[in-house]
T-cell receptor, first 111, second 112 residues
Framework: NAGVTQTPKFQVLKTGQSMTLQCAQDMNHNSMYWYRQDPGMGLRLIYYSASEGTTDKGEVPNGYNVSRLNKREFSLRLESAAPSQTSVYFC??????????FGQGTRLTVV | QKEVEQDPGPLSVPEGAIVSLNCTYSNSAFQYFMWYRQYSRKGPELLMYTYSSGNKEDGRFTAQVDKSSKYISLFIRDSQPSDSATYLCAMRKARGSYIPTFGRGTSLIVHP
């Protein structure tokens, strides 16, 4: 029973490099989310996908893009990483009658 | 002002104490109220959720919602060192978007 799986768990990037964070859920949930968590700031929504084929901006979308590849997978892409994007990134999913389940996070450092 | 306010703490208590964690909110459209627990270097896990006003009990945990005051609480009885974690409140509307809005989290330390 994997739930929400995120890869990679850790990553160090140089400023200007690009990378994609992967997320997959096996609970047949319609909605998926990407959050970032910074000290003192709590969880802030980057992008979300209410259902397969749709994506929308959250509170802090600048510098990110997303792809809802299919119902299971929702990826987050940093096209040109900046030190301000150093954070812990969490993917989550939810169903119509279930609250959000989170993955274990990706710790990203941009140097 | 954020939609959901939560004191970040830390809150330090002795083992066996009753812990009270609280959040206030401003959006009267919120109908579902959740508490998540997050251990260090882990993802948040759903602890409890309630719909509208009232109390819900699960073992040592009690969630309480007072919609008239826009105030929610989580009580932990007989607290244990294993309860040491960050507790995040979250809430969402009943219709339309199901996106939860989170508080900043309260760090709880239970010392033996």
């Amino acid at each position: 029973n994997a739930g929400v799986t995120q890869t990679p768990k850790f990553q160090v990037l140089k400023t200007g490099q690009s990378m994609t964070l992967q997320c997959a859920q096996d609970m047949n949930h319609n909605s998926m989310y990407w959050y970032r968590q910074d000290p003192g700031m709590g969880l802030r929504l980057i992008y979300y996908s209410a259902s397969e084929g749709t994506t929308d901006k959250g509170e802090v979308p600048n510098g990110y893009n997303v792809s809802r590849l299919n119902k299971r997978e929702f990826s987050l892409r940093l096209e040109s990483a900046a030190p301000s994007q150093t954070s812990v990134y969490f993917c989550a999913s939810s169903g119509q009658n279930t609250e959000a389940f989170f993955g274990q996070g990706t710790r990203l450092t941009v140097v | 002002q954020k939609e959901v306010e939560q004191d970040p703490g830390p809150l330090s208590v002795p083992e066996g104490a009753i812990v009270s964690l609280n959040c206030t909110y401003s959006n009267s459209a919120f109908q579902y109220f959740m508490w998540y627990r997050q251990y260090s270097r882990k993802g948040p896990e759903l602890l409890m959720y309630t719909y509208s006003s009232g109390n819900k009990e699960d073992g040592r945990f009690t969630a309480q919602v007072d919609k008239s005051s826009k105030y929610i609480s989580l009580f932990i009885r007989d607290s244990q060192p294993s309860d040491s974690a960050t507790y995040l409140c979250a809430m969402r509307k009943a219709r339309g978007s199901y996106i939860p809005t989170f508080g900043r989290g309260t760090s709880l330390i239970v010392h033996p």
